[in-house]
């Protein structure tokens, strides 16, 4: 299975601020996800990034709120932006691994105060 | 879009019974239905997946069962034991782990000893 680091693990930021994810993995892939999970509940996926394209989002997620990087095939990059407490959740990055299955990282358990 | 539904969301069983997860999709174009478990502050695991070309896999005493035709797909665990206690998500996509996955909302299993 692929290696994934995410970075910060945890981080509590001050409302209309922005925090910056870092997902890094420790083989090139195709695509890599990125994930919403509010607390206490299921995973929601906010977009897909291809290297060397723009991300595609989901309903619901726009460019401006969650800017996606994904500058080579083992680094990408989600900022949030402007928050507010509403967006305190825990921020998880996964990538189209061997055999065509979904790993994840570890998560980013974000508070907005 | 694809909306997948996950039934029970809470499931209590004594250690050494079977647990019978179901979940019910809409998008007939999906072929890929992966399991994951996830424990209390851990990332999400898979830890079986089957795809449309197949009705049932089975892995030790895990096992998911495939109806396309009636559109739901079920984990089977039996001999449960108490590291099985964790949260159970079912997800689907169209193209593997090419594709972002739809999730369940998830259901709590709890090993009662």
């Known amino acids: 299975s692929a290696v994934i680091s995410q970075k910060p693990s945890r981080d509590i930021c001050q409302r209309g601020t922005s925090l910056t994810i870092q997902c890094q993995v420790d083989?090139?892939?195709?695509?890599m996800f990125w994930y919403r999970q509010q607390p206490g509940q299921s995973l929601t996926l906010i977009a897909t990034a291809n290297q060397g394209s723009e991300a595609t989002y989901e309903s619901g997620f726009v460019i401006d709120k969650f800017p996606i990087s994904r500058p080579n095939l083992t680094f990408s990059t989600l900022t949030v932006s402007n928050m507010s407490p509403e967006d305190s959740s825990i921020y998880l990055c996964s990538v189209d691994g061997r055999g065509n299955i979904q790993y994840f990282g570890a998560g980013t358990r974000l508070s907005v105060l | 879009g694809e909306n997948v539904e996950q039934h029970p969301s809470t499931l209590s069983v004594q250690e050494g019974d079977s647990a019978v997860i179901k979940c019910t999709y809409s998008?007939?174009?999906?072929?890929?239905f992966p399991w994951y478990k996830q424990e209390l502050g851990k990332r999400p695991q898979l830890i079986i997946d089957?795809?449309?070309?197949?009705g049932e896999k089975k892995d030790q005493r895990i096992a998911v069962t495939l109806n396309k035709t009636a559109k739901h797909f079920s984990l089977h665990i039996t001999e449960t034991q108490p590291e099985d206690s964790a949260v159970y998500f079912c997800a689907t996509t169209e193209r593997g782990g090419a594709d972002g996955l739809t999730f369940g909302k998830g259901t709590h299993l709890i090993i009662q000893p």
């Open positions: 998008d007939s174009a999906s072929n890929y």
């Open positions: 083989s090139q892939v195709t695509m």
């Open positions: 089957i795809r449309s070309n197949v």
